[in-house]
């Protein structure tokens, strides 16, 4: 292989002086390599001129087939690297508490039956403080709504709506469907998600602001509070999954929904581990609520 190799770089570069110094060989021992080449096939495979070097007319019909070898071999080197590399591997995520919730559990049960000795690093935050670790380095990815940042690339993943939570006793509890108008003179708990709300947002839309008592970082204390009376809220179906919490869940009109994506700097810098969780994620997109 390393003779095949040699030769690549011998026609890539024209000339044996070139491809030596690349290649870190001296001339000389290019030059034995070639002729071992050439004597084991009995074919001459190069023409050596003042201007350069060319491959022979027998040289030219079977060189396509030497450099397919050449490419083959690196990509199985790659591919050795890459599962040397997940067996070890670290992914550092930056993740919403829904998505802590209701799809890490999962995927990293299923992943790590495929690759054991991957380690995790997952940090839970909001829009903005995920858009900074990504752009910090602190993490590879993260879940984030493509609406709240900039300068990322972006994977859309799902859309998912979002829902009016009431004290099962509140008058507008008997509602199916409720008006975001009726919601905005409610005392309204709000999540912290940084500089971007799609509640918030739908308000604008309408003309409407609401009644803020509270802002807090956490979906579940909201939860907690708001079936203490303290106010109703709107938080996203998904993290509503699966609660024991005296509340009630209502559609809004118009509806709100939640795009939710995976954010990073560019794909060239994604560690191999993160790579693999991230196709992983998207083949298995279906199986998650």
Do not use: C
Not at 160 to 188: C, T
Request: aromatic share 10%.
């Amino acid at each position: 292989m390393k003779r095949f190799i040699a030769l690549q770089k011998i026609v890539e570069l024209g000339s044996f002086s070139k491809a030596a110094e690349h290649l870190g060989y001296t001339q000389s021992a290019l030059s034995q390599m070639i002729s071992s080449l050439e004597n084991e096939f009995s074919i001459k495979l190069l023409n050596r001129f003042r201007a350069g070097t060319q491959l022979t007319l027998e040289g030219k019909k079977i060189y396509p087939l030497i450099e397919k070898t050449v490419n083959q071999y690196f990509m199985v080197i790659e591919k050795i690297k890459e599962i040397r590399e997940l067996e070890t591997g670290i992914v550092r995520m930056g993740t919403l508490a829904s998505i802590s919730a209701h799809w890490i559990p999962k995927l990293l049960k299923d992943f790590q039956s495929i690759y054991p000795g991957v380690e995790f690093v997952i940090h839970q935050g909001d829009y903005t403080s995920i858009q900074e670790w990504i752009r910090t380095g602190a993490i590879d990815f993260g879940f984030i709504n493509p609406n709240a940042v900039s300068g990322l690339e972006i994977i859309e993943l799902k859309k998912g709506e979002m829902l009016a939570i009431l004290p099962e006793n509140h008058l507008l509890a008997k509602e199916k469907i409720i008006p975001l108008d009726r919601l905005a003179e409610e005392p309204f708990i709000l999540l912290e998600e940084g500089h971007y709300y799609e509640p918030l947002e739908a308000f604008k839309l309408i003309g409407k602001s609401p009644n803020i008592k509270y802002t807090i970082h956490d979906d579940y204390a909201i939860m907690t509070m708001v079936e203490a009376g303290l106010g109703i809220s709107i938080l996203a179906e998904l993290v509503l999954h699966r609660t024991n919490y005296h509340i009630s869940l209502h559609q809004t009109e118009p509806p709100i929904y939640r795009t939710l994506a995976i954010g990073y700097k560019d794909e060239e810098s994604l560690p191999i581990a993160s790579r693999r969780f991230i196709e992983y994620l998207k083949e298995h997109l279906d199986e998650l609520p």
